[in-house]
């Protein structure tokens, strides 16, 4: 059999026609309609060329159709996503190609194969199916620590997001999840009048710009295991804020960014009206205000180009008004109702309060918050690499009071 590997543009053309030629087909059981994410993909490979030979899956693309098994299938869609997740990090961690944004892409171009590909699966098996490649493609499978080391840390990273805005935005937490995946930092001191060595194992992971993965439970499956078994000592989630570095101390409960997920998804929330998220279908529980426990002191003396904030300050909803204040505590908080938590009324703030909240509620003893890096415009490696040293830098620092 001849393997074919089709360039995205062609592939984008194909698979976009297809939905008339074969729709239908008797031989294509499933078929399902691209999302808003997928449909960019056009038009990125066209401003963004170097997207086009990142990643060769030619040899799944020729086996596709062959392959009927429901099991056999999902087994190839966990390998292509295991592949794409290692060939990613290897390129970043290399210095060939240290951009998180050809990972994002060649994502959804593997999504967009797939529904748009005449198969042999139903509706549900499809959907299982892209959730396996997804989740794989993200390193959900490759979070097992394997080095000796005296500390774990784990990570999370986000896609890049706003993309009507600007289609070649990046987002340094991505880069960092592939960047330090895998690797082991090490802090030497002076702790508690003793000179210490102390060495930890990263691990991260990719998470989408999705308000429907989060309502679904993304953050509460991904890191239940962790705080039920106390099993790792630190818990960071990064992502995209303003122009210096912002420690989260106060994250909110409600959402209220009027900017639409990465399907342009808009919740309806603003301000004046602040929404509670979903877990499950039911109302998000919890207090509207939670506290992030992650060793700020020492992190704010890493070294670096950018100012590291404690940042306290948050919104609140006053007489019907949103209302700017700076807390001091999360006493000062009781009884106030949130609008933007330290880290703003989008997804950044939301991961923060899901993840803490589900550590509370666990009774889990780990260090846990949110990191904003600051902002770039489109890619900007020298301001990456920048980015990416002071994180390594706090990290590195954390080890001393964990």
Same mark, same amino acid.
């Given at each position: 059999?001849?393997?074919?590997?089709?360039p995205?543009a062609?592939?984008?053309?194909?698979?976009?026609?297809?939905f008339?030629?074969?729709?239908?087909s008797?031989s294509?059981?499933a078929?399902t309609e691209?999302?808003?994410e997928?449909?960019?993909?056009?038009k990125?490979?066209?401003?963004?060329?170097?997207l086009?030979d990142?990643?060769?899956?030619?040899?799944?693309?020729?086996s596709?159709?062959?392959?009927?098994?429901?099991a056999l299938?999902?087994?190839?869609m966990n390998?292509?996503?295991?592949e794409l997740?290692?060939?990613?990090?290897?390129?970043?961690?290399?210095?060939?190609?240290v951009?998180d944004?050809?990972?994002?892409?060649t994502?959804?171009?593997v999504? $967009?194969?797939i /529904? =748009? !590909?005449?198969?042999?699966?139903?509706? +549900?098996?499809?959907?299982?199916? %892209?959730?396996?490649?997804?989740?794989s493609s993200?390193?959900?499978r490759?979070? $097992?620590?394997? /080095? =000796? !080391?005296?500390?774990?840390?784990f990570? +999370?990273?986000?896609?890049p997001? %706003?993309?009507?805005?600007?289609l070649k935005?990046?987002?340094?937490s991505?880069l $960092?999840?592939?960047?330090?995946?895998?690797k082991?930092?090490?802090y030497?001191g002076?702790?508690?009048?003793v000179k210490?060595?102390?060495?930890?194992e990263?691990?991260?992971?990719?998470?989408p710009?999705?308000?429907?993965?989060f309502?679904?439970g993304?953050?509460?499956?991904?890191?239940?295991?962790?705080y039920a078994?106390n099993?790792?000592?630190?818990i960071?989630?990064?992502?995209?804020?303003?122009s210096?570095?912002?420690l989260?101390?106060?994250p909110?409960?409600?959402?209220s960014?009027?900017a639409?997920d990465?399907v342009?998804?808009?919740?309806?929330?603003?301000?004046?009206?602040?929404?509670?998220?979903?877990?499950?279908?039911?109302?998000l529980?919890g207090d509207?205000?939670?506290?992030?426990s992650l060793p700020?002191q020492?992190?704010?003396?890493?070294?670096?180009?950018?100012?590291?904030?404690?940042?306290?300050?948050v919104?609140?909803l006053a007489?019907?008004?949103?209302?700017?204040i700076?807390?001091?505590?999360?006493?000062?908080l009781?009884?106030?109702?949130s609008?933007?938590g330290?880290?703003?009324?989008?997804?950044?703030?939301?991961i923060?309060?899901?993840?803490?909240?589900?550590?509370?509620?666990?009774g889990s003893?780990i260090p846990?918050g949110?990191?904003?890096?600051p902002?770039i415009?489109?890619?900007?490696?020298?301001?990456?690499q920048?980015?990416?040293g002071?994180?390594?830098?706090?990290l590195v620092?954390?080890?001393?009071?964990i």
């Amino acid at each position: 059999m001849t393997l074919v590997f089709y360039p995205l543009a062609v592939f984008f053309i194909a698979i976009s026609t297809s939905f008339i030629t074969n729709a239908t087909s008797p031989s294509t059981i499933a078929k399902t309609e691209l999302t808003i994410e997928e449909l960019r993909l056009e038009k990125a490979q066209q401003v963004m060329p170097m997207l086009n030979d990142y990643f060769d899956w030619a040899a799944f693309q020729g086996s596709w159709l062959q392959v009927s098994d429901f099991a056999l299938a999902q087994r190839a869609m966990n390998k292509l996503g295991d592949e794409l997740w290692q060939f990613s990090k290897k390129q970043a961690q290399s210095g060939k190609i240290v951009d998180d944004r050809p990972l994002y892409w060649t994502r959804l171009a593997v999504h $967009a194969f797939i /529904k =748009s !590909t005449k198969n042999n699966f139903s509706q +549900t098996e499809l959907a299982s199916l %892209l959730e396996s490649f997804e989740k794989s493609s993200r390193g959900y499978r490759d979070m $097992a620590y394997v /080095k =000796s !080391t005296d500390k774990r840390i784990f990570l +999370t990273g986000f896609d890049p997001f %706003l993309l009507d805005r600007n289609l070649k935005q990046s987002n340094p937490s991505g880069l $960092a999840a592939l960047l330090l995946d895998g690797k082991i930092i090490k802090y030497s001191g002076i702790i508690d009048g003793v000179k210490k060595t102390i060495t930890a194992e990263i691990n991260t992971v990719m998470v989408p710009v999705r308000y429907a993965d989060f309502d679904q439970g993304e953050i509460e499956s991904l890191l239940a295991p962790f705080y039920a078994l106390n099993s790792v000592d630190l818990i960071a989630t990064l992502s995209m804020g303003r122009s210096d570095f912002d420690l989260e101390h106060f994250p909110g409960l409600r959402r209220s960014s009027t900017a639409p997920d990465n399907v342009n998804i808009y919740t309806g929330a603003n301000k004046a009206n602040p929404l509670v998220p979903s877990l499950l279908k039911a109302p998000l529980m919890g207090d509207e205000f939670v506290l992030f426990s992650l060793p700020y002191q020492a992190m704010m003396q890493a070294k670096g180009k950018y100012k590291i904030n404690d940042n306290r300050g948050v919104t609140i909803l006053a007489s019907g008004k949103a209302k700017d204040i700076t807390a001091n505590s999360l006493a000062e908080l009781k009884g106030k109702v949130s609008v933007q938590g330290g880290g703003g009324g989008y997804l950044s703030n939301e991961i923060s309060y899901r993840s803490i909240a589900l550590r509370n509620k666990l009774g889990s003893s780990i260090p846990t918050g949110h990191i904003h890096t600051p902002r770039i415009s489109g890619f900007d490696a020298k301001t990456n690499q920048a980015i990416m040293g002071q994180i390594e830098a706090m990290l590195v620092q954390a080890l001393a009071e964990i």
